[in-house]
């Protein structure tokens, strides 16, 4: 640790209501950190190929190196665990544990994340493995992606490639990490890997991925031979009418429903929510259920990891009044609250994230939750030994973590808090432009200093911690 840098006083949150039993960890995820993107027998993934595509990602930045981390991690564990943190949670790149998608697993690929896991047990810290955050094999995407049903079978058998290596040591699995971001932006919007724009596409990558999930948990838990905590992670907003219109009242339910509804329904209550299957209905389209998918992808599972960045208002017109675009679809507007922005223009909603996570518990109960991501992006300014005071951040963490303070007040099961990130990394079509590490990272020498929000992060966690 750095001790030039001091957390800024009054930065102090209401910590009471968290138990000293409450988890705290750092996450990240495979492509955005690792880099040696063709070693040890590791194969592209759909976003080697898409920040190969002109104008894709800024700056035409790309994963190859990254944070270097899979040179550099037992230095990054040790980073880990000097941030006072219990838990780790890292992803595992499909294509380097099973090169194509398919077939026997790659030893060498494996070997790593079993360095990992055993450094980070010597350690302390508890690993908490994502399965998949967003790497697919590009000959599985090759083969049609999530949008072809087969591929929520060929996660399934990689799902257990990984259980079988690592599950004498792990206990916390996470299928996806937000498959409305695979499904939405890598299939309708085309901003994510692969790029595809089509809705039908984005509708079927939905089902599969799901479908993908409720495979996995099922065969790890058969294999699972004691206590483990299985489950999926969903990023999510919350969804207000901008006004007290009709139309904008559903635009906010046709947002809640495509962001939220239609992932947390079938997988708590076995079923589509009948108003989005209307509605897709009335665009022609379905998702594509065979029999026996529901029973399938409403497996029961232990957690629920919630990804909240920020909440948005919804309009049911455009800036023209129309409440119809161009292909006759209707408006779905998102209206961003006013107030302050981060570096992604995203506005800082602290107060919707407690009552995101009220929601949660009030339509979907018995299901604990913990925050796998949480964080922001700011424009740092580094000194020249790379020192960030960055009180924005850190005070985005401290509203946040408050927020979560004041869920659990209002009956919500949180039981763990992960900011993101650890590091500085890789941000997917942002490329390396925007920073959301607690930790800076130089990429021209891969220096890595913890910035204010560090600091104040580990005193945080000890303070709750009672330590
Ligand atoms: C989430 C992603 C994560 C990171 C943050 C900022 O959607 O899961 O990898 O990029 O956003």
Redesign the pocket.
Known sequence: MNPTVTPAPGLLLPTADLPPSFRWGVAT?SY?IEGAVAEDGRTPSIWDTFCRMPGAVVGGDNGDVACDHYHRMPQDVALIKSLGVDTYRFSVAWPRVQPGGRGPANQAGLAFYDRLTDRLLAEGIDPWVTLY?WDLPQELEDAGGWPNRDTAYRFADYAMLVFDKLSDRVDNWTTL??PW?SAWLGYYVGVHAPGRKNFDDAIAAVHHLLLGHGLATQRMRAAATREMKFGITL?MGTADPATDTAADRDAARRADGMGLRIYLDPLRKGSYPADMVEDLAARGTAFPVQDGDLEVISTPFDVLGV?F?FGQDFSGTDEQGNTHDADGHPVVRAILPAGPRTAMDWPITAERFTQLLVRLHRDYPGLPMVIT?N?A?FDDSADADGNVADEDRTSYLAEHIAAVAAAREQGADVRGYFA??LMDNF??AEGYAKR?GIVHVDYETQVRTPKQSALWYRDTISRVRGS
């Open positions: 995820s955005q955050h990490n937000e971001c990023n990804n960045y991501e964080g992006a993101w990130s941000e997917w959301f």
